[in-house]
Nanobody, 115 residues
Framework: QVQLADAGGGLVQPGGSLRLSCAAS????????MGWYRQAPGKKREVVAS???????NVADSAKGRFTISRDNMKNTLYLQMNSLTPEDTALYYC?????????WGQGTQVTVSS
C-alpha cells in the first residue's frame, strides 16, 4: 500500500503560480512512475504530467512551457510547479503512482484560478 498526500492548491489570480506537492508514505526511490492528473467540473480526468525514476518527464500540451514536474527522492515527495496559470487550469489535481501493478491516488488538491 502507498498513501499519497496532496497539498499546495488554492486560489490564485490569472498569471500566478502555485506549487503542488505529493508526499508518499513509502520511499519513492524505487517507484518508477509518478504523475499528476486533474479533473475540472463536467470534464474528464486528464493527465497533466508524469515522471519516471530516471527523471524522464512528460507534460501535457496544454501545460507545456508552464508546468514542471519533479521529484525529491530524499523527501519522498513529488512536485508540480505551475506558472502562468489561467482559468482553464482550474480543477482538482491528484497525484498518482504505480507500484506492484496497482495505481495509488492522492486525495486531491483544489486549484482555482480566478480574478
Amino acid at each position: 500500500q502507498v498513501q499519497l498526500a496532496d497539498a499546495g492548491g488554492g486560489l490564485v489570480q490569472p498569471g500566478g503560480s502555485l506549487r503542488l506537492s505529493c508526499a508518499a508514505s513509502v520511499s519513492i526511490f524505487s517507484i518508477g512512475h509518478m504523475g499528476w492528473y486533474r479533473q475540472a467540473p463536467g470534464k474528464k480526468r486528464e493527465v497533466v504530467a508524469s515522471i519516471t525514476s530516471y527523471d524522464t518527464t512528460n507534460v501535457a500540451d496544454s501545460a507545456k512551457g508552464r508546468f514542471t514536474i519533479s521529484r525529491d527522492n530524499m523527501k519522498n515527495t513529488l512536485y508540480l510547479q505551475m506558472n502562468s496559470l489561467t482559468p482553464e487550469d482550474t480543477a482538482l489535481y491528484y497525484c498518482y503512482t504505480d507500484r506492484a501493478s496497482s495505481r495509488f491516488w492522492g486525495q486531491g488538491t483544489q486549484v482555482t484560478v480566478s480574478s
